[in-house]
């Protein structure tokens, strides 16, 4: 699971736990400037990941680090498909971000109510 924050200008990803060790990264952070929006989407734990490198994929149990699909590179950490949320980012090494989250509806009213102020 992840923690989401607004720090300033700058959306920062906290990787908790174990999580820190599958998906081999503990923290992202990124400019708002480059959040293009996010949404909750339990049902995208059931697409194509691509090739994993580096990362974890346990099918059913967790999804986490880094995948390449498509010319894209996407960052996941997801054990509760209802708890998904997909970050979309523009100019940065990562295209999307797909984390859990304890409360995805939350964290994207945070992330919106940031953008707008921004």
Known sequence: MAQVGIDGETLV?????????????????????????????PGIVNDAKGVRGPGTNVPGVIVAGTFRADGERVFWD???????????????????????????????????????SA
């Open 78 to 116: 997801v054990r509760d498909p209802a708890k998904a949320l997909v970050i979309e980012l523009s100019d940065e090494r990562y295209t999307r971000l797909v984390i859990e989250v304890d409360d995805p509806r939350a964290t994207v009213e945070l992330i919106e109510r940031a953008k707008r």
């Open 13 to 41: 990803v906290n990787v908790e736990g174990l999580d820190k060790l599958w998906a081999l990264k503990s923290r992202l952070a990124i400019p708002l400037a480059n959040v293009r929006g996010a949404t909750q989407d």
